[in-house]
C-alpha cells in the first residue's frame, strides 16, 4: 500500500454495491470512472456525485462486460478521459441461476459469462493498463459463496465466483513483488435488490450501509484477501473453507 489511488474505475455501477461504493469514493474527492449497461443509471449517477461533491471528475460508459473488445476499448477511453487509472474495481455481476438440468441453461450461461468469463474480460484490460504504468490495484469482487459449492440454483453462481477468486489468488501470487496489488473481496449477505431476488437469509443480510462500509475499508487496506462485512462472516469464511462436509452440508 502507500500509493494514493485518486482515480478510479468501478464496473456494475449503475445499482446496487457499485452504485454506493461510487458515492462513497466520490465523498473522498476520488475521480471516478464508471460503466454499466443502463447508460440512463449512469447518468442520473454522474449528475448526483458531481451536484454533491464539486470538483469530481465523473467518466461513465455504457458496457456489458460479456462483450470482450467493448471491455478493452472502453477501458482504454476512460483512462484516456481521467488521465489515467489507479484502481479497477471488478464488481459487475449478475445473480440469476436455475437448477442444473432442468431446463434453464441460458441463465446459468449467462451467469457463468458474466461472472467469470466477463470478469476476466476486465482484468485483461485492466492488467494490460497496469502492466504498462508499472503500478495499480485490482480489486476482484468475489463472494463468499466461492468458498464451497452452493446446491440448486446458487451452483453455476458460486462456481463462477470461486473462479474470481482463484484468479485474484493466482495474479496476488504472480505480482507479489511488483507495485500492482489484487485484493480479492469475498462480501456475505448484503442488501441489495440483486440479493433479494436470490433470497439470501435475512437474519445473516448485512444492510447496504454496513456491506459497503466494511468493502471501503477492505479495498483501502489493499489485502490479498477479505471475507466480510465483520466477524461473523470471517467465521463463515472460516468454517465453509475448513469445516468437513458432512458439517458444512448443513450450513449451505
Known sequence: MGTMRNKILITGASSGLGEEMAKRFAA???DLALCARRLDRLEALRDELIVAN???AVAIRALDVTDHDAV??????????LGGLDRVIVNAGLGKGAKIGT?????NLATARTNFVGALSQIEAALEIFRKQKFGHLVLVSSISADRGLPGPKAVYSAS?????????????E????????TTLLPGFIATDMSAKAGDKSVLTAS????VTAMISAIEKEP???????LKWRGIDAALRFLPNQITDRLV
Open 208 to 211: 447496504l450501509d454496513q456491506g
Open 224 to 230: 490479498r484477501r477479505a471475507a466480510l462485512p465483520g
Open 28 to 30: 473522498q474527492g476520488k
Open 103 to 107: 431446463g434453464r441453461a441460458d441463465a
Open 175 to 182: 505480482l507479489s513483488r511488483t507495485d500492482i496489488v489484487v
Open 54 to 56: 464539486p470538483g469530481v
Open 72 to 81: 478493452g476499448r472502453v477501458f482504454g477511453e476512460l483512462h484516456d478521459e
Open 161 to 173: 465466483k470461486a473462479g474470481v477468486a482463484a484468479l485474484g489468488d493466482a495474479l496476488a501470487t
